[in-house]
């Protein structure tokens, strides 16, 4: 595509690229939009290295020009977008890339695969924090996962609400409280579990979490007492029957004065598997497989189309896909959520035209569309924000301050949500969106 | 578990670990390993940077003395396998690391989340290529996964039969076909279909793909071969009711004289959508979302268990998790494939013993269990292969000639599998697991 439109002179042509999705994944009453913060990080290193030019050029893959065109590759326009964490609906405009036509074409497949995996895997998250109401919720899918995903995945979970990941490589590049655990291998090492534990509290303290599931969880839970004394931080169950079991063994702990001793479980746990054992004496949950492929929803169907472009006379004009299915609004648009006297959301307004969604006044403007608008009670706010101006990298977006704000900023748009909207049952989405075309 | 194992002395025992599944994902009728290329790979590489141990140190993620071994790691112990490409079933082993405790176990999380990934990708494929029979399938889901997954789920795609990608980083650095096509965006960029076709055509020759679902189909064929004449190579449908469209395309392509004209359809395929088109004049699918994702079955449940270790007194003992549920079988096995006299897979063999599955006269040896064994008519092909050999890796099975393998490999085992095993609907496994112990 950027050969060709180098070629016949529409490369430079001023564009406007929108990301979306048309609806969310079956059953989901939101969305979590995460990624942003990585989208933000691989722009800044996003280059074509010679040993890649070479290759383009020796197995005749792009032309000379288009060769050229790479080398100086440097992404020189600007991106707005909803902040890291935030919910998103149907047609929430998540992203938008304004740039040369070749320039922003170049980052679909780059901003697509970041968005579309992380905010699957910070869906699930939500689903599974909510679930578990206060308790802690710990990442541990990295093996179920490709190895770079799980950095990915650790870091979308927290943005989600998760304390803490196993993932050494994310806690250290974006700051995440990580957690350590003993595998079965651990225990099977040793020539018995007395010894077993032994050498973990030697090593780790009594403040560590014993796996007592490798044998008889019984004499497990006795065994992990004598080792650690009445001050043992926890243990872990990992297979069986977890609630029946957690019942069991907090009565056995408190018989033997364990009585601060905390329950960890794991074992192919999901939001439903959580939810589940809300009335059992549990902990913490450890989450893996199923946090990791998003839970049922393993990408999020996000599209990234070119909404506006130049025309030959350099007047921008909106466009869109016009055949039978998957038809788009043509245009840039701008959102706001809609918020009732209570402050709980009620709609997602979504504004194609030039104004923005918000005036001002926090009103949307006249001349809202067919799905009502400014008559309807309640305050609006603005849910984009700039992200790179002109090329240069909104700092505050990535690393660990990206994932602290986007953590928060989740926090706080989820209990916005109306009542009903964290149920788990499938559902409509939480809020309708309201397309206003004030053109 | 390493600090706690170098601190009691049993981080050196001589371990040996097994990666395999307890069952497939539901109604599979077979598994594909792939990802034993990238494992080896990654392990030639598999180092802790001076940046990673100050971290660990600082942050007090493992004890000085665990920095200091981190520091000095370089896996020097053995790995066989099956063969990249090979399908399996429950149990069987395919991958088994050997070393002592604390080297082989810091490998857990990355050859299961090599493993685990690949294999669910060249799974979900190898069920794709099955339902196109001789029509080539073209991999294009990279926006829909991680950044790097996709890297990884192109090549696993071309192991399970795929003839080609999108992901050009993925054909730079494994040597696969790719493959571009012209988006939607592309299209709209123009001021109109004419010249975009236009544009393309002079750019890319007559035999390029053009994209005709973006206005009306009709128009859009009728404008393809104006612009390229009845040369042109293909069109592309993207959208909408495809088989009947591909009809109705078909019909006025040859009206047109374009005869030789292929039809190309994309549009969130899956295996059934594939099956569903057979009889549809089409030449070629491309398939993206439901590729990457695994197609209902995103990772495979691939496990990595020590099975046998080093006691105190220096022996290899096997061992095994014992409690309720998520018990294994102890002790190393080795496993070959049974066939019958016209060369159909009949059974998995998997022995557990000091002895190989397969002795040099193609036989179990004597002392099988229950499940039958050398008494049964056929013959055996051994599956395992030798990966790594003290440290040192066998570079044929990694880059592009380990690609190469791994795809003749999947083509002759899945031809091999008894008639039915490529079914789409649910089912048992394609062959039963016969589990035999020597000992």
Redesign the interface.
Known sequence: ?V???L??G?AH?H?V?EVFTRRLPEGRRYGVLAGTGRVLE?LESFRFDDT?LA??ER?Q?V?ARTVAFLADYRFTGSITGYAEGEIYVPHSPVLTVEGT?AEA?LL???V???L??DSAIAAAASRMTSAAVDRPCLEMG?????????V?AARAAVIAGFTGTSN??A??VYGLP?I?T?????T????DEE?AF???V???GVGTTLLV?????ARGVERAVAAAGTDLGAVRL???DLGGLAVDVRRQLDALGATRTKIVVT?DLDEHAIAGLASAPVDSYGVG?QL???SGA??C?MV???VA?E??SGTLRP????????SSVGGRKSAARRTDGEGRATAEVVVTGSADAVDAWGRVPDGHGEHGGPDVEGELRALQVPLVVDGSVESRWTGPSGVHLASARHARSRDELPRGARRLSAGEPAIPTELVDLD
């Open positions: 595509m050969q060709a439109a070629a016949d529409t042509r564009s690229f691989a890649t290759w383009l197995e893959v032309d036509f074409v679909e497949t780059l697509l695969s970041i579309n995996h990295s093996r179920r996962t490709h190895e770079h995903a799980a990915a050494l490589e806690g250290r990580t350590g003993a595998a079965h291998a651990f099977l090492l040793h020539d010894s032994a050498g973990q030697a090593s780790q599931d490798t044998y008889d969880v990992d297979s069986g074992s497989t990791v492929v998003g393993p990408t169907g990234y189309k070119l472009r025309d030959a466009v869109a896909k016009a055949s039978a299915s998957k």
